[in-house]
C-alpha cells in the first residue's frame, strides 16, 4: 500500500479554522475540492508558524522577480472567508512536520503537511536520519495534506488564518496570558486572581 497523500490542486477552498470554545479550541487546516474535503489538525503555535513564512515567502517571491510573479502585496477582499469550517470536521491526522515551497514555473504556492509519527532512536544523529527516511519514503512515509495555491489564495489563507489565531483569549495586560472569562491567576499579581 502507498503513502496516503490528500493532494488539491487547485483546491476550491483552503482554510484554517478551528472547532471548540476559546480557551479549548482545537486548530485545523481544510481543503476542500470537487465535493471532497479533508481536514488535518495542528496546534495554535504551527498555524501562526505557517501563516507568517507563507507571507514571507511570497514577499520573498516578489522581491526576486521584481514584481513581476503574480502575488498581490496584501490579500484581496473578495477572497476573503470568513465561513466556517465545513462539517462535519473529520481529522485525517493530526500534522507533525510542515514544509512551504514556490514552485516558479507553475507560479505556485506549495503546502505540505504530514502527519505527527514518533520515532525511536538511539541518537539525535540517528533519530534526524530515520526521520529524514520515513519523510521521504512515498510508499511507507506518513499521510500527507499537499496543497497548491496561487499567489492570491495563499495570501487569503495566510490573512485569515492570523486572524484565526488571534480570535482566541485576550491577553491580560500585565503578564501577556490569556485571561479566560472568569480572569486567571497572573504571575505579575503573585499569584492573585485578575478578572477578565
Request: glycine share 8%; charged share 25%; with cysteine.
Amino acid at each position: 500500500m502507498s503513502r496516503q497523500v490528500f493532494l488539491y490542486d487547485p483546491p476550491d477552498r483552503f482554510v484554517a479554522g478551528t472547532v471548540g470554545l476559546p480557551g479549548r479550541r482545537t486548530f485545523f487546516l481544510q481543503a476542500s475540492a470537487s465535493g471532497r474535503t479533508t481536514s488535518v489538525a495542528l496546534e495554535k503555535t504551527q498555524v501562526a508558524a505557517l501563516a507568517e513564512r507563507i507571507d514571507e515567502l511570497l514577499d520573498e517571491v516578489v522581491r526576486r522577480t521584481g514584481g513581476n510573479a503574480p502575488v498581490p502585496a496584501v490579500a484581496p477582499t473578495e477572497l476573503t472567508d470568513t465561513a466556517p469550517l465545513e462539517a462535519p470536521v473529520e481529522e485525517e491526522f493530526r500534522v507533525g512536520t510542515m514544509a512551504l515551497a514556490w514552485d516558479g514555473e507553475e507560479q505556485r504556492m506549495i503546502v505540505e503537511a504530514q502527519a505527527l509519527v514518533e520515532l525511536e532512536a538511539e541518537s539525535e544523529e540517528d533519530l534526524a536520519e530515520a526521520e529524514e527516511r520515513l519523510l521521504q519514503d512515498d510508499v511507507n512515509g506518513p499521510p500527507m495534506l499537499r496543497v497548491r495555491l496561487t499567489g492570491t489564495q495563499a495570501r487569503a489563507f495566510a490573512k485569515r488564518a492570523l486572524e484565526v489565531v488571534n480570535a482566541g483569549r485576550p491577553p491580560c495586560p500585565l503578564c501577556s496570558l490569556p485571561l479566560d472569562p472568569e480572569g486567571h491567576v497572573c504571575p505579575r499579581q503573585n499569584g492573585y486572581r485578575r478578572g477578565a
